[in-house]
């Protein structure tokens, strides 16, 4: 079939719109006609700034990012950011308690409250250091889904399970799945200094989970910013993973430490992955723990591809970036920019929630055929998973051969789940959900 003759609700890799694959191909061939094509110029090139500050600044108009955040464009994809979150606010947590023990204990020995001498100081801060490690290091993670999971399980091998505090889990109260996101009164998070603990080194949380179709409907009120932790410096360094959600719905950007995605769902093909991170947690104003110390400590040291100071002196060109891949996404945002004008996001937002009340409103007309899997106060607006007639494999089957002929495709869930997953991202459109809607409507009577 040609492309308009198919509608394709894929996780990801996803559909991207057809007029800026047809621009693609043409830039693939000949950029700005120079005669060579947008794959082979040097991404030192000044085209190349070009498009990189493009797309920075289409992804700043759209989720009207502060000032006092930096965008940056990666490799590694959104796994390689679950473990560049460790290491770099890990690494800032090591490099906050060095300075704090070096300062208290350069006056203690100065006062003799501390035994020894001004040469004992590197000494006596390490072994500060290492007993707050063991004691005090703490990440939460929220647990609600396969990939929060899975950051959950690549922080602990980078820093040991023992400092993975998993503040929900969201499949113990669901037989093991997961569906639902507990109240917060349910959460244990790490206690703050102004309770008397002593505060996390991160709190992640991953804000539409792909695979399960569980997407928190708001910030969650647990970590709203508190003003006691600005005054005492222990405010709750919040990171989410927003790789299927990005651009998607209005951002309280301020909120966060830490957002990434992938592009490969929202906002163009896979190769680049954006962080959206607070200025405050790069150098001037703090570092990373030197790695040296670092290692004595037994606490991971990031690749320097991942080293997001490196990547932000660099203008996310420390290396090779692929151009091709930050034009497109460049495109897809500017794209959203021109459509929504003054509304920003909020156009897209209506837009996503409009595509996915139809889908769910209809399959919840034929409650004996169709189950949706989450729970209603968390279902996704991206990834809308349901099981056909319980899950009957020969139903599920018939489900996707008959949407198959339709030329609705990619609805097979995914495989540690099984089911029927539909993925409403940005580029599918309102007349594929449109036909979508109206074969579950044709399948469902037919299978009553
Ligand atoms: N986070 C979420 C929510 C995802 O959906 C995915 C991939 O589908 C990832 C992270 C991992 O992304 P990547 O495959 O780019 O490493």
Known sequence: PSRDEVHYFGAGPAPLPTAVLEAASKALLNYKDQGIGLCEISHRSADANEILADAKSALKTLLEIPDDYEILFLQGGGSGEFSAVVTHLVGIWVEKRRLRAQEDLTVALADGKEPGSKDDLAEKVFARLQKEVAEELKLDYLVTGSWSLKASQEAARLVGQDKINVAIDSRKSNEGKFRTIPPESEWSLTKRKREGGPGSALVYFCDNETVDGVEFPRFPTLLEPHQEDEVDNDQTLVVADMSSNFISRKVDVSKYAVIFGGAQKNVGNA?????????????????????????????????????????????????????????????????????????????????????????????DDYPDVYGVVPDKSCRSRMNICFRVCGGKADKEKEFIGGAEKRGLLGLKGHRSVGGIRCSNYNAVTQDGVQKLVQYLSDFARSAA
């Not at 959206?276 to 570092?287: G, H, Q, V, Y």
């Open 271 to 363: 190769g680049v992955t954006i962080v959206i991170l607070r200025k405050s947690l790069l150098p001037p104003t703090i570092n990373v723990a030197s790695p040296d110390l670092l290692r004595r400590l037994g606490i991971a040291v990031a690749p320097v591809v991942f080293d997001w100071p490196t990547i932000a002196k660099n203008n996310s060109l420390y290396n090779t970036l692929p151009i091709f891949d930050v034009w497109i996404a460049g495109q897809v945002m500017k794209h959203l920019v021109e459509s929504f004008g003054e509304r920003r996001i909020g156009g897209q937002e209506e837009v996503s929630t409009q595509k996915a009340h139809a889908l769910y409103s209809t399959l």
